[in-house]
């Protein structure tokens, strides 16, 4: 038993943050959240040429590293950790994800290399207007007209849906319900009968579109009627996966009201030193190595792809869901006024948090799903 | 990072569940998970079961083998804690002789007094308690009264201990005392080693909100100890005592800890039988505990992985006490509101005598008191681990 990061995988943590803190100063992240696509192309080409972040844990195959789930997690905390204004989790997390599990192998090779080069910007589209994260919410139909895949529906919530030059569809075949029937398919960004529509979302740095798809032409990924298994193992993936992005959030929030709680003097002391603000960062400092070892542990499973990969994903995602926005909230109080201020980067983590939160489910959710699949 | 076992640890697992296939039989599988460090239920079936664990080798597992132990890692101890819980074997009588004194006296004892006490720990003969609190000491500790002077090759020692757990089973009690004259705060105590059968020692039960009385007060009027049954130089017995908080926040617990999957399962058949668990509320609070023991058992692996790389327990620590302590009062809260209109019911009310959901219910409430209340943990976390500075005193 051997619960740490290797050296390599500390080293590349090492690399990872140092080209963060130098590409996605707060500067860069409220730059970017102003804007439409909210990020910077430039240094998303970087991501993939400098670092190869992009190409991770692609199979060596289709063009990747074929690193496991656990670097992936490493990136994706030190992402968090800077709220990295990228996207990266839909193109790498959700998408290839999605392809990985559904794809048969010449559809693999034709849809990953791209994205490994960063050359591919891929969303996964899933979420309905009805705002369900599971099969049950899939309402959009596919319809074969002619040996022609046509899908006709609306998607929403698709983190850089209207970015992405790859959309990779979750739907189902016209006339089946719940968990049968999910097809999943592959269309181009600019597809003929696709409409996308930016949302204006509540975290900036994370952002959103609205597809509409009327007759839009798909080519199917895997057997259209059989994606549910494929699906669900993607969920688990990217609520594994959104885990460890958030820890590294809640551990930037936990540095700075520590940071703070240090600096700030009032009643001629620092405030780190009055119990109520000392016993808040404890607890803090408590639920994010708890995270951590939540976490850490669940990257490992989907490493593993083992049979304990959906509880944990739910076990992680129900524990940091609560924690990160604990942590955020907090961080503002500990702030006091300043803390709420629009220039202060408290908001920033506090918003990110709350999308976090919600995304994928809740931790309500996420506990009912853990009590379904341990049997309670 | 890698949870697998290794080909050792595999063989030593192996080892361990043979082991306790072969011998946790008959009236010690009856016993299966019964009782607590301070939970006195079937006592002394419990401490022939731990002479049989003691006889094979299976006490004092982490200290050195010459002095009769198997220098176990730290990973194979907790290989074996996780076999010892799977099996389901009772509760161990002796946690304030092998989980608290036994590796305080391996870290600042001589090699005569480790001599002299190890072997009684392993084999069982000699059970221990705790003299550090006191009326006007508990959180803090420093504040001790009670004194001991040499009186020729002896101390002599007179003052109160209270909430000494297990004092009417123990054979010795290490007792924190003021032996330097004047002296204040943690200066001037010495870490002596008390025979408690003796006429200048008075136990008094007090007991406690579960009915029992499994803690006292201790009364020392003129008990004596040898001049040389001192851990640690004359005077510098905070540090002793300091570390054997130590091993109390860190690995005293472990068996307790892996214990708590199980009343986890207990609680959701529980809630099974009585449809509690069809109740969505609570299954979300049942599936929130379940998050908890879980995560529990990887921090403790994180933490195991990074004490077999530096050694020893740091103040993080805390963290693990600070949290096991809050899940399982939360938990046992969970516990009764599952009972429901059962909660409101005992075993048996002459005798106040509860069964094991109860038990938790009001156990827990003590835990985060004992080992260090969780305020202190809270301080000691903001302070020696986030580096906030220190309250004025
Ligand atoms: C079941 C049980 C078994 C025990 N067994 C033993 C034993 O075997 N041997 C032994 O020596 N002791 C034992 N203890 C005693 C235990 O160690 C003390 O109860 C504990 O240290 C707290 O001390 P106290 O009871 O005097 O409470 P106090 O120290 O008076 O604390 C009362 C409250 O004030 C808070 N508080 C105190 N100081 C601070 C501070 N600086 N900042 C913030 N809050 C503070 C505490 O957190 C607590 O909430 C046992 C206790 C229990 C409940």
Same mark, same amino acid.
């Given at each position: ?376 | ?257 892996? /214990?708590?999957?199980? @009343?986890? +399962?207990?609680? !959701? ?5 009585? &449809?509690?668990? #069809?109740? *969505? ?89 004992? /080992?260090?209340?969780? @305020?202190? +943990?809270?301080? !000691? ?5 986030? &580096?906030?500075? #220190?309250? *004025?005193?």
């Amino acid at each position: 038993m051997n619960f740490a990061f290797s050296d390599e995988q500390e080293e590349l943590r090492r690399i990872i943050r140092q080209f963060l803190e130098a590409k996605s100063p707060s500067s860069e992240v409220r730059r970017l959240m102003e804007t439409t696509e909210g990020y910077d192309s430039a240094v998303w080409s970087q991501m993939a040429e400098q670092l190869g972040l992009q190409s991770l844990t692609i199979p060596e195959e289709y063009g990747g590293q074929g690193y496991s789930f656990v670097e992936l997690g490493i990136a994706l905390e030190e992402m968090g950790r800077v709220l990295l204004c990228a996207p990266y989790f839909s193109t790498v997390v959700l998408a290839t994800n999605a392809i990985l599990n559904a794809g048969n192998d010449a559809e693999k090779k034709a849809l990953l290399p791209g994205i490994a080069a960063g050359e591919t910007i891929a969303a996964l589209a899933f979420t309905e207007p009805n705002g369900k994260w599971d099969a049950a919410g899939i309402t959009l139909e596919a319809t074969n007209k002619g040996g022609e895949w046509v899908l006709d529906g609306t998607k929403s919530f698709v983190i850089d849906g209207h970015t992405a030059n790859l959309i990779v569809v979750v739907a189902r075949v016209a006339g089946t319900s719940n968990t049968d029937g999910i097809a999943l398919f592959t269309v181009a960004g600019d597809a003929a009968g696709l409409t996308r529509t930016p949302l204006a979302t509540m975290d900036q740095t994370r952002k959103q579109a609205k597809l509409d798809f009327a007759g839009v032409k798909a080519t199917p990924l895997g057997e259209p009627g059989q994606g549910f298994a494929a699906f669900s193992k993607t969920l688990d993936q990217a609520a594994v996966a959104l885990a460890n992005e958030m820890i590294g959030g809640a551990q930037c929030v936990l540095d700075m009201s520590v940071e703070y709680a240090k600096v700030r003097v009032q009643f001629g002391r620092p405030i780190g030193s009055f119990q109520a603000i000392k016993h808040k960062c404890a607890d803090m400092l408590l639920e994010v190595e708890s995270g951590k070892s939540a976490a850490y542990y669940a990257a490992w499973c989907a490493a593993e792809d083992n049979d304990e990969l959906p509880v944990v994903a739910a076990l992680a995602k129900a524990y940091i869901s609560d924690a990160y926005f604990h942590c955020a909230a907090e961080n503002i109080q500990i702030h006091g006024g300043i803390g709420f201020t629009w220039e202060h980067d408290a908001h920033l983590y506090f918003k990110r948090a709350k999308s976090s939160e919600i995304y994928l489910g809740d931790a309500t959710y996420h506990r009912e799903l853990l009590a379904q699949r341990i049997g309670i | 990072m890698d949870f697998h076992d290794s080909p050792a640890e595999a063989a030593f697992r192996a080892e361990v569940r043979g082991w306790l296939a072969d011998h946790l039989t008959a009236e010690y599988a009856a016993l299966g998970g019964v009782g607590g460090e301070a939970d006195e239920t079937g006592w002394d079936v419990r401490r022939e079961w731990e002479r049989l664990l003691g006889a094979h080798g299976w006490v004092g597992l982490s200290w050195p083998k010459d002095h009769g132990g198997r220098a176990a890692s730290f990973a194979e101890q907790v290989i074996f804690q996780e076999e010892y819980a799977r099996a389901n074997a009772p509760a161990r009588v002796s946690f304030f002789g092998e989980g608290l004194f036994a590796p305080t006296l391996i870290q600042f004892g001589t090699d005569e007094q480790k001599r002299r006490y190890l072997p009684k720990i392993q084999s069982v003969d000699e059970l221990w308690c705790q003299g550090f609190s006191e009326p006007n000491a508990g959180s803090d500790l420093a504040n001790v009264q009670t004194r001991a002077v040499l009186d020729g090759d002896e101390w002599v020692i007179n003052g109160q201990k209270v909430w000494t757990t297990l004092a009417h089973r123990a054979d010795w009690c290490f007792v924190v005392t003021r032996t330097v004259e004047g002296s204040q705060g943690h200066k001037g105590l010495s870490f002596l080693l008390v025979d408690m059968h003796q006429p200048g020692i008075e136990i008094r039960p007090l007991r406690q909100m579960t009915g029992s009385a499994e803690f006292n007060e201790v009364f020392f009027d003129g008990a004596r100890t040898p001049a040389d049954h001192v851990l640690g130089p004359v005077g510098e017995g905070w540090s002793v005592a300091m570390a054997t908080l130590g091993f109390e926040r860190g690995t005293a617990f472990l068996s307790r800890q892996l /214990a708590f999957q199980r @009343e986890m +399962q207990d609680l !959701i058949d529980a809630a099974q039988k009585n &449809g509690a668990a #069809r109740d *969505p509320l609570l299954r979300n609070k049942l599936a929130g505990h379940y998050v908890g023991v879980k995560i529990m058992q990887y921090n403790g692996q994180r933490m195991l992985t990074q004490m077999s790389r530096t050694g020893a327990v740091g103040p993080e620590a805390s963290i693990g006490k600070l949290y096991w302590s809050t899940w399982h009062r939360a938990f046992g809260e969970t516990a009764v509101q599952v009972l429901g209109t059962d909660g409101l019911t005992i075993r048996n009310d002459a005798p106040y005598e509860l069964d094991a959901l109860h038990l938790t219910f009001m156990g827990s409430r003590a835990e985060t008191i004992y /080992a260090g209340a969780s @305020e202190i +943990q809270r301080n !000691i976390i903001g302070e020696r681990v986030l &580096g906030l500075p #220190r309250e *004025p005193r």
